[in-house]
């Protein structure tokens, strides 16, 4: 029997019945990446001979009676995270050779519930990027077409559980870099709520693991079923040990409904500032229906809706101010003149932000913040796409500010996709990415299920029923 596609849920019983030994598994998963990732390059760091230990050791403790979330579990992790013996370079060509001495803490929860870590999965520049290619490591190709990317930054993981190399995957987000892969290969992916899950060691070489809270960034899981998605939150949230983690215990709210007609949902289509590509239009009027077949009280327009133009201006400028303090460019471009409203404009001003203009962008965010809990008294989820497009032909154009995204035959500039990922990023709220179909030319689609702060078990709970609804993840072709 071949074990490669199905979810760990599965996977957990049959190991629990004794009808497949985690040595089996891990031996199935390394034989399909020797024998499929020449293509797709997902695992840019393999780790076999620790994997195939760690699957011996999983059986053996499974014989003595144990019993772990993830015992003998085939996964794989991003490769921005610390492992300890493993290379962390971010694709940047100068750190090639940076060895951490420590897993990062999340590593250390997926060995802890007893998965077996096949190895690393690629990343673009610096996780820079919509695509997953660097000096180091090469380009990931998207598993349903080798000639588009796979997304970014989480490319490499989105692209190994398409291909059926290990069950699960652990990603970051910052600028839809879970949501985006998923999307982009048919599977699942969930942006925790902001300070949710620790991010120790999830960090740029050659920077030390302290425990830190990142702006606008998370840590979080992937998959191939909801229902595995929600296990893998369960293995990764809560607080760092070393710091919030000393007088905090996690203690996450149950999902508000268990039934799909109790949902009371906002559905988003349009954007003010960029245009949805039809495939995309097509997956969430999918969406909205089986909501509707389903009972839910689905509503298109709310007044309650904080405002999308001034949502993505201040998202723009959080992340292009914080990717530069982090990695510092030299820009001798004058600034755009002040009636130049465009998110390009945003971009470029962002470059040259003080930490005044930080702090008065974040107050304005606070105010968004307040808008979203009085969205959700009246709504459980927000439905809307993450990107405009399905996965695009490859871009290796060296600067970003220059590519453009086609979508239906006009042409956007290329950041400006973000802007749907970053509706759930810039206030930290929780969303889900689902897999809703493919597009005519037969790429998956996907759309993002936004909840709550903190309320993560909602939309988790909701894509849970939506895949019953409409089907979920399908290997590719």
Not at 73 to 95: F, Q
Not at 97 to 118: C, H, I, N, T, W
Not at 131 to 151: A, L, M, V
Not at 407 to 419: A, F, S, T, W
Request: hydrophobic share 40%.
């Amino acid at each position: 029997m071949e074990w490669s596609f199905r979810t760990a849920e599965q996977l957990v019983a049959a190991l629990g019945a004794g009808a497949v030994t985690s040595m089996e598994l891990t031996d199935e998963a390394i034989a399909r990446i020797e024998r499929d990732d020449k293509v797709i390059n997902a695992i840019c760091v393999p780790d076999f001979d620790r994997a195939r230990a760690a699957a011996h050791g999983a059986d053996q403790a499974r014989a003595r009676g144990e019993d772990r979330p993830l015992l003998g579990i085939p996964v794989t992790v991003k490769e921005s995270y610390n492992i300890a013996g493993l290379p962390t370079t971010w694709g940047m060509p100068p750190h090639r050779d940076y060895m951490p001495a420590e897993d990062a803490v999340q590593v250390s929860r997926l060995k802890a519930a007893g998965a077996v870590v096949l190895g690393k999965t690629n990343v673009p520049l610096g996780l820079q990027d919509i695509q997953s290619f660097n000096e180091i490591y090469g380009t990931t190709t998207n598993p349903w077409d080798h000639g588009r990317t796979p997304g970014g930054s989480s490319g490499g993981s989105a692209a190994a559980l398409a291909s059926g190399f290990g069950a699960l995957s652990i990603g970051s987000d910052i600028a839809g870099s879970l949501r985006t892969p998923a999307h982009f290969c048919g599977v699942y992916a969930h942006k925790p709520t902001l300070g949710l899950a620790a991010n120790r060691g999830m960090v740029a070489p050659p920077e030390p693991a302290l425990p830190a809270d990142l702006d606008l960034a998370v840590v979080g899981p992937m998959a191939r079923t909801a229902r595995d998605l929600t296990l893998l939150l369960d293995v990764m949230a809560g607080p760092d040990p070393l710091t919030l983690g000393v007088a905090h215990r996690l203690a996450l709210p149950a999902a508000r409904h268990e039934r799909l007609g109790d949902f009371r949902v906002l559905v988003l289509q349009e954007h003010p500032l960029i245009a949805t590509g039809s495939a995309v239009r097509a997956g969430v009027s999918r969406v909205a229906a089986a909501l509707v077949d389903g009972g839910a009280r689905v509503v298109r327009h709310s007044p309650l809706l904080p405002d999308l133009t001034e949502a993505a201006t201040l998202y723009m400028q959080l992340l292009i101010s914080g990717s530069v303090a982090r990695f510092p460019i030299e820009s001798r471009e004058q600034l755009p003149s002040a009636d130049d409203r465009s998110l390009d404009a945003v971009r470029r001003r962002a470059m040259a932000f003080s930490h005044r203009d930080w702090i008065d962008a974040n107050n304005r965010r606070e105010l968004h913040r307040h808008g979203w809990r009085q969205l959700f008294t009246e709504f459980d989820v927000v439905v809307c796409p993450i990107t405009p497009t399905p996965a695009f032909p490859h871009d290796h154009n060296p600067n970003p500010l220059v590519r453009r995204i086609d979508i239906d035959g006009v042409e956007y500039p290329y950041l400006d996709q973000l802007v749907w990922a970053g509706l759930a990023t810039m206030p930290g709220l929780p969303a889900t990415a689902i897999p809703t179909g493919r597009s005519p030319g037969g790429l998956p689609v996907g759309v993002q299920l936004i909840g709550p702060m903190f309320e993560d078990r909602t939309p988790l709970r909701l894509a849970e029923l939506l895949e019953q609804k409409i089907g979920g993840f399908q290997a590719p072709e």
